[in-house]
């Protein structure tokens, strides 16, 4: 499995973010995958930003959710990650990344990321 991201290199403070992921090797549609968002500061860990499941299915991290919206092309096997009002602290490497649960009773948010995207680097800055 493969994962690409795009963006837009720079934005301003206020605007919003558009950030797509093109993912090959698998379908994003998969039974049980789960399409996450990643994003790391200067001199900061990693914060997990969102997720989108195989069904159409979204999860914000609590301090994005008001902001933040997370869509899905599935003929062209995308992802896109939309956050609002960025300032600029949200200066970082964004990532996707894929995971998925065991089974339909099972859980996913603690599952490895097994796989990842270069990352493409965001600067918030007018």
């Known amino acids: 499995v493969q994962l690409q991201e795009s963006g837009p290199g720079l934005v301003k403070p206020s605007q919003t973010l558009s950030l797509t992921c093109t993912v090959s090797g698998d379908a994003i549609t998969t039974n049980y995958a789960y399409w996450n968002w990643i994003r790391q500061s200067p001199g900061k860990g990693l914060e997990w930003m969102g997720a989108?499941?195989?069904?159409?299915?979204?999860y914000y991290a609590p301090a994005l959710k008001s902001r933040t919206s997370l869509s899905r092309a599935t003929s062209n096997n995308q992802f896109t990650l939309q956050p609002d009002s960025v300032t600029p602290e949200e200066t970082a490497v964004y990532y996707c990344?894929?995971?998925?649960?065991?089974?339909?009773?099972?859980?996913?948010?603690?599952?490895?990321?097994?796989?990842w995207g270069q990352g493409t680097h965001v600067i918030v800055s007018s």
């Open positions: 990344a894929h995971n998925a649960k065991l089974g339909p009773q099972s859980t996913w948010h603690e599952r490895p990321l097994g796989y």
């Open positions: 989108i499941s195989y069904t159409g299915g979204t």
